[in-house]
Every structure is written in C-alpha cells, then in structure tokens.
C-alpha cells in the first residue's frame, strides 16, 4: 500500500489527471447501467416528415387550372356540365386565345358564367363557345340566362356598368338589379327581322325590361312625352349602347322592336353599322 502510495505520488501531472477524469466518467455512467439494467437505451428516430398532397386535405390550396375549362363528353357525345346536357358537336380540349382571355375577364368582373361545348347546327347557326350568362355582377342578374358568345357577353357587362347604372341614377335616382330579355342564341326562322344572323350566331340580345332596387319595373316601349325620366334614360342608354355595339335597334324603328332594344356585336364594313 505505501509502494502504491509512493509510485502514485511519482507520477507525472498528466497521468494524475486522466486517471481522475477516467474516475468521474465511470461514476457518471453507474447510475445510467443502474437504472437500465446494465445498458443504456439510445432514444428512437424521428419517423419521417409527410408531405400531404393537396387532394389528400382539402384545406390545403390548389393550384391554379393552366386553362379556363374543359367540357366533357359521354359516351353519347353530349357535353356534360354539371345537372344539365346539350346535345352540340365537336368539343376543343380547352378554351384558347382570345376567347381564353375573354373569359378570365368576364370572371374577374364577377359575371356568372358557364362555358358550354359548341353548337353547330344547320346554315349559320353556329357558336364555337357559347356561354351561359346569369349574372352581369353580385347584383344585377340577367333573366332568363341566356346563351351568348364571350365578346357579346362582355359587350353587355360593359354597357350594363358604364351606361345603365349611371344613367339610372342620373335620370331615375335608382338602383338597376337586372336585365330581362326575351331573345339571345335564337336559331328560330326571322327572316323578318333584321338582326336574325347574329342571335344564330350568339351575338345579339334583346332587352324587353330593366329591374330596379327601390322602383318598379320599366318596361322598353316608345315614350314620346316631354319632361319624362324615364324617357331620357332610356333614350340615353340606347344612345350609350351605340358606342359599344355594332347594331342597336329599338322602339320606333320598326313594328318588330316596339317593345325591345336589340343589340348586337356582329362585324362588318361601316354599312352594317345600325344605331336607330
């Protein structure tokens, strides 16, 4: 024992202190063999991190479609669109160009509309991409839908919100809330009437009343009477319509428009252009 003593005390520093820190690290890890019997459990791995799909939660965001639709067929070729079906030709995979960017307009001005796959029926009633149209916005409803292509669908919002409105409130002090018509895509025999080629084509409408908030319905007719608002507005309304449709034509113009106001969209030199 005194030879151990002796040999410890003639011992370099540094082997004194690795000895001392050999000891401590023993004494340290008894209490951990102690209470594990011996070993020393090694806490378990993370279990991989899951990305969730977005089909997989539903409040997850999806991404934005890379076209504005697509109509399906069955395997009758009848486009199927949600509860209702119409019986049309060819459908094109997607909606593309101008029509493409039509419709993200119309969408981005709140107007409620449904694509539908074309019609193609016999001489010149045919329409690449007819839209159902209920709504021009939140407010102003169109009654019943009606079934237009986009420039004509747009053409309509754009005078509903530029010319209507403000006329309504200059001239009625009233507030519009929609539009009843009693023709839009009209593949019907009126040869009478001018105007027929463009509702075979979806480009025309037919105004017949106009809805408001806080007053009654006014009805499209012939108003002659001096100091009458509701023949200035809608005096001034047929003239707006002129600025934005290529064919307007309403009360006074012929017996087949005494109680509406066509207005169409169809293209052409300047001898197509009607405003009476």
């Known amino acids: 024992m005194l030879l151990a003593a002796l040999t410890a005390l003639s011992a370099p520093a540094w082997a004194q202190s690795d000895a001392?820190?050999?000891?401590?690290?023993?004494?340290?890890?008894?209490?951990?063999?102690?209470?594990?019997?011996?070993?020393?459990?090694k806490p378990e791995p993370k279990p991989p991190m899951l990305i969730a799909k977005p089909e997989s939660n539903p409040k997850l965001p999806r991404p934005r479609p890379e076209r504005a639709t697509d109509v399906l067929?069955?395997?009758?070729?009848?486009?199927?669109?949600?509860?209702s079906q119409m019986?049309?030709?060819t459908v094109p995979p997607a909606v593309a160009g101008e029509d493409e960017a039509c419709l993200w307009r119309l969408r981005g001005l709140g107007v409620a509309v449904e694509p539908q796959a074309p019609i193609e029926g016999e001489s010149a009633c045919r329409l690449a991409m007819p839209l159902q149209v209920?709504?021009?916005?939140?407010d102003i409803s169109l009654f019943p839908q009606a079934t237009l292509d986009c420039a004509t669908a747009e053409a309509v919002t754009k005078w509903m919100h530029e010319v209507v409105v403000p006329s309504a409130r200059r001239y009625l002090d009233a507030e519009p809330t929609g539009l009843v018509h009693s023709s839009a895509f009209?593949?019907?025999?009126?040869?009478l009437d001018p105007g027929n080629g463009e509702h075979a084509a979806g480009q025309a409408i037919d105004i017949t009343y106009i809805n408001f908030r806080d007053r009654d319905t006014l009805a499209i007719r012939l108003r002659e009477a001096e100091d009458d608002p509701e023949r200035d507005f809608q005096q001034a309304i047929r003239a707006?319509?002129?600025g934005i449709f290529s064919q307007v034509i309403g009360p006074g113009a012929n017996a087949g428009f005494a109680g509406k106001l066509h207005l169409g969209t169809a293209q052409g030199d300047d001898s197509h252009q009607i405003c009476r």
């Open 20 to 41: 001392a820190q050999s000891e401590a690290a023993q004494a340290e890890a008894q209490p951990a063999e102690e209470e594990t019997g011996g070993s020393v459990s």
């Open 73 to 83: 067929l069955d395997s009758t070729g009848t486009a199927a669109t949600g509860d």
């Open 87 to 89: 019986t049309t030709g």
């Open 134 to 138: 209920s709504e021009l916005s939140a």
């Open 186 to 191: 009209d593949c019907s025999d009126r040869n």
């Open 240 to 242: 707006g319509a002129c």
